[in-house]
């Protein structure tokens, strides 16, 4: 997987794998227009928060090639700043790179890539800090592990989150088994994570996410690891639907509930989870399979991307700078300030 670039800037267009044809097809597409852009992100051809961060900021290139107004070009790096809602990375990487509007293409090309460095860097600072704290906390010769969604390099720059610190724990002959939800409505965990992890060679099943709950309370399950698309000051995590539950299900069982992201992802403007935004997505993602209807003509339908896991569920927040323990009441702020 290390080889395969999830997005990647070529001297005047973004170039980015395809995720809605993954994983039968493995087609990079070009994004040379704003419209382009936004179209990749709404589909999620580009995702996961850190992902889609990236894509922000070379998205200011893209609105500086097409537009030479001032003004336009604010229009439409607005329109990237908020195709996508609840993950925060992007509108933080936009606003980032869009500070250096007026100190031309050079200035805003070279921060684009820090922000892409400084990515790759916590997916590896963050794997480190992961394993660490589950040989502190846990101590395990071999973990079975839940995720859910997708959080690796499709997600990222380089490693991933979550599925960085299970790839580093495989590295140390550690993984027995990972239980990838399938990620209902557009499957992220079956299409992404298990080609991933098929990639990796690590071992996996894939499950319905209605198997989660039975299999981590009968005890099947040594910890469950997540990603998040924006972490509130106080700990709460918005993060795929259906994490919430596998939250629920790990406290019933007293197994730990890990979170892992990096500091971009953290949205200290915002104190609790009750804040932040949940993007509701259309209901055809979940009326039909493809192009196969499977609900009846007209039905209602309530499509939330994300959820919120409440602070107290959350064992540790496995950041680039260290873990963060919010279940004690411990801020975000607080953490870095120690
Ligand atoms: O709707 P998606 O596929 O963009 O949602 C992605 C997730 O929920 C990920 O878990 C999150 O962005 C973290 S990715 C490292």
New binding site residues.
Partial sequence: VSDIRTIEWKTDHLRILDQTLLPITEHYRELRTVDDVIQAIQS?AV????A?GAVGAYGILIAMNEFQELDDRLNAIDSIRNSRPT?VNLSWAVTRVSSYLNEGKERVLEEARLIEKEDRDANLAIAAHGVRWLEENLGLDGYRILTH???GTL??TYW???LGVIRALHDEGKVIEVLADETRP?L?GSRLTAWELQKLGIPHRIQVDSAAASAIVSGMVDFAI????RIANNGDTA??IGSLAVALACKRASVPFLVA?PTSTLDMSILSGADIEIEERSSSEVTKLGTTEIAPRGAKVFNP??DVTPRDLISGIITEVGVFNPMNGQTFRDFIEK
């Fill in positions: 999620l995702r996961g928060a850190p889609l993950a969604c997708n959080t997600a990222t991933g989150t979550a557009l992220q997540i990603g998040a698309d993060n795929k992201a991307a994300f």
